[in-house]
């Protein structure tokens, strides 16, 4: 079992719903990050936190540390918003990034 | 200006050969990382550099060698190259190795024949 899970796996969508994608994470971190990955490839750092809620434009990211899990939201989606969005966490005490298997979403016009 | 670039973006070569990857940032990053992305989207660290120190160094074949020159350049170099090496390798950096954000390249995809 990965140290990361993301759920659901895949997800579509109709332009202007509400999207949250779940992380679940099993070690003590010291941060957990979200990233974008457009069509084309591309990565995009969205959002690094440790604890509470930020908030960007029309994505919002929560984390509660004690249940070990962060949720990444989505307001009035668009279909620019399709892409695959990945979480990773940086145990405490280490170094690297541990990554999930990443949440592919579909925004339909 | 690009931020961190990656050279080549794509690379197709053929098993047996060796090839390097480029990496590049222009954001006074101290730390630079390599990641390799498989077939299935996953992403998994392989090196971090700091300052031009190695700092990570995961379970990856001695054919992988980084090489960092200064704290601005981090390449890879790839020995005897085999199938199950095609996968597209990012490189990224963030000011420091801790809890920073980090910023990645565009990605190179590498076709092993």
């Known amino acids: 079992k990965n140290e990361v899970e993301q759920s659901p796996q895949n997800l579509t969508a109709q332009e202007g719903e509400f999207i949250t994608i779940n992380c679940s994470y099993s070690?003590?971190?010291?941060?957990l990050h979200w990233l974008q990955q457009h069509p084309g490839g591309g990565i995009v750092s969205l959002f690094m936190l440790s604890s509470g809620k930020k908030k960007h434009g029309r994505l919002i990211a929560t984390i509660n540390i004690q249940e070990k899990h962060s949720s990444l939201h989505i307001t009035a989606s668009h279909p620019r918003d399709s892409a695959v969005y990945i979480c990773a966490v940086r145990s405490r005490g280490a170094q690297k990034l541990v990554f999930g298997q990443g949440t592919r979403l579909t925004i339909n016009p | 200006d690009t931020a961190v670039s990656q050279t080549p973006k794509y690379l197709v070569t053929q098993m047996g050969n060796d090839k390097s990857i480029k990496c590049e940032q222009n954001?006074?990053?101290?730390?630079m990382y390599w990641y390799k992305q498989d077939s299935k989207k996953f992403l998994k660290i392989m090196f971090s550099y700091n300052n031009k120190e190695l700092i990570i160094n995961e379970t990856v074949p001695n054919r992988f060698s980084p090489k960092s020159p200064d704290k601005a350049h981090l390449n890879l170099h790839i020995n005897s190259l085999e199938l199950g090496d095609s996968a597209v390798y990012f490189c990224a950096s963030s000011q420091d190795s801790g809890t920073d954000t980090q910023y990645f390249g565009p990605g190179t995809r590498l076709t092993v024949l």
């Open positions: 070690v003590g971190i010291s941060a």
């Open positions: 954001l006074g990053h101290d730390t």
